[in-house]
């Protein structure tokens, strides 16, 4: 199983520029979240889904934009990036279950200048 | 107010000694459980332990148990027998609710290191 995949692993971005970074799941994991991790600081919920077509907003969902068409895939949407959202990105899934841990991907570093 | 405080930014301990990490957390569900995870340099997010608000007995993984005093709130990682490849950070985590769809909430974690 290769769990849960970010792509990509690097990204730089101007000022005002967009972009989707990708995640895909293999374990059929209804829930998927995304998590930002500020330098030196703990993760922050951006936005999460409890199943295919269903999301919501999480701590800090502004600036960005999710879908969730399929139970496997759930992108993450920049629009205008912004020196604010640079940020390492992580994509995590759980199963059901309240004793459940979030399984992560490697994250997705990203620089805005 | 903070959900879930660390209050160690950094901490030092001698290799094959203990350590524990502190953790409190605050939250008015009777439900809700207790993650700690391990972050090494190369940055993907390692899962170490698990207790349930509900569990009697502190929740134990190999070199990893959690000293769980639910009066005051805390959830203290122990690392028994350190060795140099737990030199990480370590994050604090709680799930509020019954309902296992909710987010899991972070603290600011705590950068161990383990010396030779």
């Known amino acids: 199983n290769a769990g849960v995949t970010q792509t990509p692993k690097f990204r730089i971005l101007k000022i005002g520029q967009s972009m989707t970074l990708q995640c895909a799941q293999d374990m059929n994991h209804n829930y998927m979240y995304w998590y930002r991790q500020d330098p030196g600081m703990g993760l922050k919920l951006i936005y999460y889904s409890v199943g295919a077509g269903i999301t919501d907003k999480g701590e800090v969902p502004n600036g960005y934009n999710v879908s969730r068409s399929t139970t496997e895939d759930f992108p993450l949407r920049l629009e205008l990036a912004a020196p604010s959202q640079t940020s390492v990105y992580f994509c995590?899934?759980?199963?059901?279950?309240?004793?459940?841990?979030?399984?992560f991907g490697n994250g997705t570093r990203l620089t805005v200048t | 107010a903070q959900k879930i405080t660390q209050t160690q930014p950094g901490m030092f301990v001698q290799e094959k000694e203990a350590v524990t990490l502190d953790c409190t957390y605050d939250t008015s569900d009777p439900s809700y459980g207790l993650f700690w995870y391990k972050q090494p340099s190369s940055g993907e997010m390692i899962f170490l332990i698990y207790?349930?608000?509900?569990?009697?007995q502190n929740a134990t993984e190999g070199r990893y148990s959690l000293n769980f005093q639910k009066a005051r709130k805390s959830a203290n990682l122990v690392i028994s027998a350190s060795q140099l490849g737990d030199s990480a950070m370590y994050f604090c985590?709680?799930?509020?609710?019954?309902?296992?769809?909710?987010?899991?909430?972070f603290g600011s974690g705590t950068q161990l290191t383990v010396l030779p």
């Open positions: 207790q349930g608000s509900y569990d009697q």
């Open positions: 985590a709680m799930r509020e609710g019954r309902d296992s769809a909710r987010q899991l909430t």
């Open positions: 995590a899934s759980s199963p059901t279950g309240s004793k459940t841990p979030l399984h």
